[in-house]
Each structure stands twice: as C-alpha cells, then as structure tokens.
C-alpha cells in the first residue's frame, strides 16, 4: 500500500506535497488529515447508528424520517451526546433524503417560549435554522431536501432547506420553564410533524434501496482503531464529493479512503498499519495542543467552532474540535457556549476543591432568550449524578436563587453540600475533574463582540 501514496494530490490548503518524505511518511500525514477531516463523520455516525438504526437500544430515538420528541431534559442516564443540553427538551428526526425531500410542520409556538430547529448535515456542520431567532414563533412549513433533489416547491410551503449529504439531522430544541411547565412542551412538540413530500402532495410515495449499516466504533475505539477508516469511507457514500474539497478527497482516495475506496485494515502490511496508526495519534496531539494552547486561554471560543460549511471555511481542526468537545453545538448566532475548564489562577476545575462564580447585577449573560451553566465531569463531557438532581443553574431559576447584598448572584460549586443556607444556588460536582459549560441562546451583541466577560470560578 505504501508505494500507493507516492507522489499523490495536493493538500487542501494548496501547499505543494513535499516530495522530500518517505512513503511512509506520506501515509502517516494522509492518515492524519483524514482523521482530523472524519472524526466528526464519524463520531456523528456512532450518535445517529444508537438513535436510528440500533433499535430498542437505550438511546433509540425511533425510525428514520419520523421526529420523535422526548418530554424530558437529559439526565446523567443520557449517555451518547457529549456535552448534553439539559435546558429544552428534544425533538429527533434522522433524515434519509435519498428517495424524496421531507415536509416540516412547526406549530405557532405561544411568544416568549424560545424553540428552534437546527439542521445538521453529515459532516456536522449546522446548515440552517427554524425557530425564534430566524423564522419567528408564528409556525410553518418547510421542505428538507437532499443534494440529488431538482424538484419545484409546493405553493403553500415556506421555504426550502437542502442538505449536502444524503443523511441529515435536525435537533428541535423547545423551552421548558419549569417542571409544571411540562405539558405545555408536550402540546408544542405534538405539533411537529414530518412528512415524505409525496404523502404531503397525495402521490404514491418514493423508495431508495435499503442500507447495510455497519456497526459503528465505541468512543474509546474512534481513537485507535483502524476500522476508523472503513466507517468513514462507508460515510462519504452519501456525502456527495464538494467542488472545493476534489484535491482533498483525491488525496484520501490514494490511501483507499473514500466511497469507493479500498481500505482494509485487515489487509495493510505492517509498514502501513505503523503509520496509519501513527497518523492518528498526531491529529490528537494537534488536537490536545489546539485546546491547551488556544480555547483554555480564549484566544479561539466555542462560537468559531460551528456553523455552516462556508463559516468554518476548510478548517478542520476546527470541527474536530468542535465534535469532541460538544458534538451538534449551535452556531454563535443561535447559541454560544463559553467554556470554563480552568480557575481563576488557570488550575483546573476539580470537585477536590470549592469554588464560587459571581455574575454582578448587571452582568448577568445577554441574551435575547435565556441562559445556563451546566455541570460535566471529565473526561467524560456528561452530565453529573447528584443527591438534588440538579445540573444546571439557568435564567427561569433566577426568582429562586439568592441575591447577593448588592443584587449579584454568586453561584457555589463544590462537591459537598455548601451548607443549607446556601443550597438554593448550589451546582453540585463530582468528586473529580469537570468543566462548566454557559449556554446563551439567542446570544446579544454584547456576548457575541466580546464586551461582556464570562465570570471565573474562584476557589475557596
């Protein structure tokens, strides 16, 4: 396989392949980009192959094309998203586009309660949005469309949104305000439906062949295995090739990665195990590095992480970032998320201390929605199992939570108890490492341009 990379394409930055390395080499680099480029193809892969084809497992969100609503938050129990968002309850729909495009019916939603839809194509990258921000709560009708689609818009529908990859997810996210506040999530999301574009026109409906899907690789397994390479050509099968990306996917093909790829990974010689394997370990290190030296200190923020294709504009490392630290994380437009992995003095948050994070009163997060600060242990990126079932402090807690003499709120943040007096704003920890996550949906300006600060926690 080795003397197959030999002289083989152009990188996607347009930098001229160094004729001056080895073979083996030139697959240990090939093997490098292609994880940074796949992981998130893959790892999303994983997440849809437990909700969508393994069925009657725990995380089974029902059959494709069908929106499936949970009437819930996510709890510690919830173990196949990173990062879960325990704000809005969810709404899954796994979208084959193959046959034919689907009708989306939003419900009017009454004004104030923030929904959204996001639309998440195979790559993980967030194609479009339905909801308060973009689309407003007044309800409609929207035709999801994959790339082989040439059809005409029905009359009464109100949009078009297309996919570029066969298989797409929409997350619906609706608002729950407070646990009573449950059945009226329930009314909005029995409102939302989904429909093959034939069944909405009275045709006779539209069929694509049946799909074999492989099993898919556990966590762990997506960090050194090499069948990595084998669910991630078996991906791009329904990921049409992107005029901008020819040399790029050209140069995958050269290592038999691609939809008609011939990567075996029972079938490589040692020299070529070696180096794939060593491939892989480098993007991690790139990764590990990116993340040390620039989202710990700031300089690069969960809102440059995820967005359309055209806003991430080829930088992989990027999404790859962006799917191992919260996988489907909104664009900054509908959500950002300010990480807190670190105190005050930059040691890292560990329930072996108490810590303490104050918003002042007029420094609350600005949002045109609302807010929260989730709890997640580490490495894990889920969420924590405590004696008050709490996992988050957000904004519809405010009348509950205890005013500073001033009008600020100090949260506390430790594994035990603060004390009952201080409970009312306690987020409880586990006894090791974990990282807050602040969600701001619908974010202001203030959050987006940098003029608002995210608060530290402060040990002690």
Not at 226 to 253: N, T, W
Not at 422 to 439: K, M, S, T, V, Y
Request: glycine share 8%; proline share 8%; charged share 20%.
């Amino acid at each position: 396989m080795l003397a197959m990379v030999s002289g083989c394409g152009t990188r996607q930055q347009a930098e001229p392949a160094d004729t001056a390395l080895t073979p083996a080499d030139q697959v240990r680099e090939i093997a490098k980009e292609a994880y940074v480029y796949g992981f998130p193809m893959v790892d999303s892969y994983r997440i849809q192959h437990a909700f969508f084809v393994g069925k009657a497992g725990p995380q089974d969100k029902g059959a494709w094309n069908q929106a499936l609503s949970t009437a819930r938050v996510f709890t510690p129990a919830d173990t196949t998203v990173q990062t879960p968002n325990a704000d809005t309850p969810y709404t899954m729909l796994g979208a084959d586009l193959r046959a034919e495009p689907l009708v989306l019916t939003v419900p009017p939603i009454e004004a104030g309660r923030y929904y959204s839809l996001q639309f998440i194509d195979a790559y993980t990258y967030d194609f479009d949005y339905v909801g308060s921000r973009t689309t407003g709560n007044g309800g409609g009708k929207y035709l999801l469309a994959g790339p082989g689609w040439k059809g005409e818009k029905p009359e009464d529908v109100d949009q078009v949104i297309r996919s570029e990859t066969d298989f797409a997810l929409v997350i619906y996210r609706t608002q729950l305000f407070d646990p009573a506040d449950i059945d009226n999530v329930k009314k909005v999301q029995a409102g939302y439906t989904v429909q093959p574009l034939s069944a909405y026109l009275g045709q006779p409906a539209l069929s694509a062949p049946p799909v074999d899907f492989i099993a898919p690789l556990t966590p762990e397994e997506q960090k050194t295995s090499l069948r990595f390479f084998e669910i991630l050509s078996f991906v791009l099968k329904y990921a049409p090739v992107l005029p901008a990306e020819q040399d790029l996917r050209a140069r995958f093909a050269s290592l038999g990665i691609g939809p008609d790829g011939a990567f075996n990974a029972d079938n490589l010689d040692t020299e070529t195990r070696d180096a794939v394997q060593a491939g892989m370990a480098d993007a991690w290190a790139e990764l590990d590095a990116f993340k040390k030296d620039e989202l710990d200190t700031g300089q690069v923020t969960s809102g440059q992480l995820f967005g359309t294709r055209e806003f991430l504009d080829g930088n992989y490392l990027y999404r790859m970032a962006g799917a191992v630290l919260g996988i489907y994380g909104n664009a900054r437009d509908e959500a950002i998320y300010p990480v807190l992995a670190v105190d005050s003095a930059g040691d890292p948050l560990t329930g072996a201390h108490r810590y303490t994070l104050r918003f002042a009163p007029d420094a609350l997060p600005p949002v045109n929605s609302f807010w929260s600060l989730t709890m997640y242990k580490m490495p894990e990126s889920l969420l924590v199992a405590n004696p008050i079932n709490r996992y988050l402090i957000n904004s519809p807690m405010l009348p509950d939570l205890i005013r500073d003499p001033d009008g600020g709120i100090t949260v506390n943040v430790s594994h035990q108890s603060p004390g009952a007096d201080r409970e009312a704003n306690w987020l409880p920890a586990p006894d090791g490492p974990f990282q807050l996550i602040l969600r701001l949906y619908w974010p202001k300006e203030e959050a987006l341009n940098g003029s608002w600060e995210v608060p530290k926690a402060v040990k002690g």
